[in-house]
């Protein structure tokens, strides 16, 4: 009886310890969160009172007469991470129904694993990979193919150089597609058998069985994936730094050379001095991405939050 | 379509003699393992065939070799003839897309598809083999499809909701409904009842009842009581000695129940195992 009782009071002691260090490390995450967004606006604070929000909207960079404006690492960001997943979507959706639906068992491992290695591979080298090979490539066939075919098309015009938005979004979709495979693949994979076999028994092909039963049921789980590389997409830095061009404009050109949020801040933290307007502007930068990524998450997750709705019966 | 009454005597045979499907030296595999030999059985058209026998007797596996759905694993195979109207669904060059359009499948667990609603559940498999359809015929088919199945009154006006947001009992009859729209010969049901309450069941099995006038219906069933319900013919399996199943005895309904030929059928019906 006593020997009972010590083992409650020492167990006691050890769940009141638990429950302290799992309630200071979450309240540590979302000091961190808040931490990082007070730094971010209170180093932005020079930038946001001298230019407003018209920082948004202008497109200078100047530091001769400290001009700074945000607008083209915006345009930027998002024009090369929408291209990223155009090309990344239907290459990982695609790689991922073969994975889990049309593979033979011994294949699905195996390149499974595969992919997932290409995730692992740090991100620097896939950037040097794309300087060496990738660029070129880009440059010719791919724009001179594009350039001769839709040269009509606005955003297949300009010079062909190779760096530029074009080989950004690619070097982002070689980047995302493994992710955006990975988590889909887990998506399909969880799919009941009842769902395939319901199709099956109507009479529906094999195709038909994916596209009317597995990818809708796995939606919610699907759009998760598109965004998790989305954000990746926006956040990545060095890969895109070295294939972008880092010129800082905007052009309608899938052809020209651009800068993004992160390229732009990467290029210039180093050689900018503390405390000067130049400085507080790429903090500023730094905001915008923040509130950026934010927004696309919080989309993401109302989208999801719909369609499990849906999913538990309520349309 | 055949209307003629039920079947009458053993082996499953009708007035007319004829039959809708026959099954000839039927073996399935799950890769090398054997787990259904060699079975003969011949169904007559707008019957009740219950499947009964212990768990693990292959019931399930040989209803799914009736429409091709035991191919779908991965290694298993069946060898043997299944005809179908004297045609064999096993013959070469037979596309199973269109055995399934012929023999629809009611599974275990109700498996409506969570992303449709009602409506577009009915009629998930018909809008398969059309390019475009027209919303007001979909509509009147799946109201058909609603009534036969005997679930209209209850979801007339939640036609537009999810189809998973019925309860277990409609969900399956929905699944009946929606198997009905594709205008099968024969229904085959995986025990359809087990994940329903008794009341549920009932519906179902008066259900049974009705369709089997313009349809064949094949039913597995753990439940003795429910095959003595509902079938006009049984076929009792069990498990040989080499792990695989086999058809220990076929014929109808009240001689399997009143009147085994085979001693395990009659330790099996007396609930002296199983």
């Known amino acids: ?315 | 379509m055949d209307t003629c009454p039920q079947t009458e005597n053993a082996q499953g045979q009708n007035p007319n003699g004829n039959h809708i499907l026959i099954t000839k030296n039927l073996n399935a595999y799950y890769g090398s393992f054997l787990a259904v030999r060699d079975v003969n059985m011949a169904i007559a058209p707008n019957s009740i065939t219950a499947i009964i026998g212990p768990s693990g007797c292959g019931k399930s596996t040989l209803i799914r070799c009736f429409n091709r759905m035991h191919e779908v694993a991965h290694g298993a195979r069946v060898t043997g003839q299944l005809l179908l109207d004297g045609e064999d669904i096993y013959g070469t060059g037979i596309d199973p897309v269109s055995v399934r359009t012929r023999i629809g499948m009611v599974f275990q667990k109700p498996n409506p598809f969570p992303t449709m609603s009602v409506i577009d559940n009915v009629v998930a498999g018909l809008k398969l083999s059309r390019i475009w359809s027209r919303r007001r015929k979909m509509e009147e088919i799946a109201e058909r499809c609603l009534r036969q199945a005997a679930l209209w009154d209850e979801v007339k006006d939640k036609l537009k909701q999810s189809g998973t947001s019925l309860s277990g009992g409609q969900q399956q009859r929905l699944c009946i409904a929606r198997a009905l729209a594709v205008k099968p010969e024969v229904i085959l049901m995986d025990e359809p009842c087990s994940a329903l309450d008794p009341i549920a069941t009932l519906k179902i099995e008066d259900l049974m009842h009705t369709l089997a006038k313009d349809f064949t219906i094949v039913i597995v069933t753990h439940n003795m009581q429910q095959a003595g319900r509902v079938s006009d013919a049984t076929a009792f399996m069990m498990m040989g000695d080499d792990r695989a199943g086999q058809l220990v005895e076929y014929g109808a309904t009240k001689q399997i129940f009143t009147n085994p030929k085979d001693k395990r059928t009659e330790d099996y019906i007396s609930g002296l195992f199983g």
């Open chain 1, 1 to 315: 009886m006593a020997l009972n009782r010590r083992n409650r009071k020492a167990s006691r002691l050890g769940d009141a310890v638990f429950s302290r260090l799992s309630l200071v490390a979450s309240l540590a995450i979302i000091f961190i969160l808040v931490n990082i967004l007070v730094i971010l606006i209170m180093q932005a604070w020079p930038t946001l009172s001298e230019f407003g929000a018209s920082f948004l909207w202008t497109s200078d960079w100047n530091t001769m007469t400290d001009e700074y404006g945000a607008l083209p690492a915006i345009y930027g960001t998002v024009v090369s991470s929408l291209l990223a997943i155009l090309i990344a979507v239907p290459v990982s959706f695609g790689a991922a129904v073969f994975l889990t639906e049309i593979a033979p068992l011994w294949l699905r491992s195996t390149a499974s694993f595969i992919i997932e290695m290409l995730a692992a591979i740090p991100s620097i080298i896939i950037g040097m990979w794309g300087v060496f090979v990738l660029v070129p490539i880009v440059r010719d066939p791919i724009q001179k193919w594009l350039g001769n075919a839709f040269g009509w098309m606005p955003i297949f015009q300009g010079n062909q150089l190779g760096f530029g938005f074009l080989a950004a979004g690619i070097m982002l979709a070689l980047m995302i597609i493994p992710i955006i495979t990975s988590m889909s693949r887990d998506v399909l994979r969880a799919v009941p058998q009842s769902q395939r076999e319901a199709m099956l028994a109507l009479g529906a092909t094999r195709w038909e069985t994916i596209s009317k039963a597995v990818l809708p049921f796995g939606r919610s789980g699907l759009v998760s994936a598109v965004i998790l590389g989305l954000g990746r997409a926006l956040g990545e830095t060095m890969v895109v730094a070295m294939v972008i061009g880092n010129v800082y404009s905007i052009r309608f050109s899938l052809f020209s050379p651009g800068s993004t949020i992160p390229s732009k801040i990467a290029g210039e933290f180093g050689e900018t001095l503390p405390g000067t307007l130049q400085m507080s502007s790429l903090l500023g930068l730094a905001l915008i991405l923040f509130a950026i990524t934010l927004i696309v998450n919080i989309i993401a997750r109302l989208l999801v939050w719909r369609m499990s709705a849906v999913k538990m019966g309520r349309l």
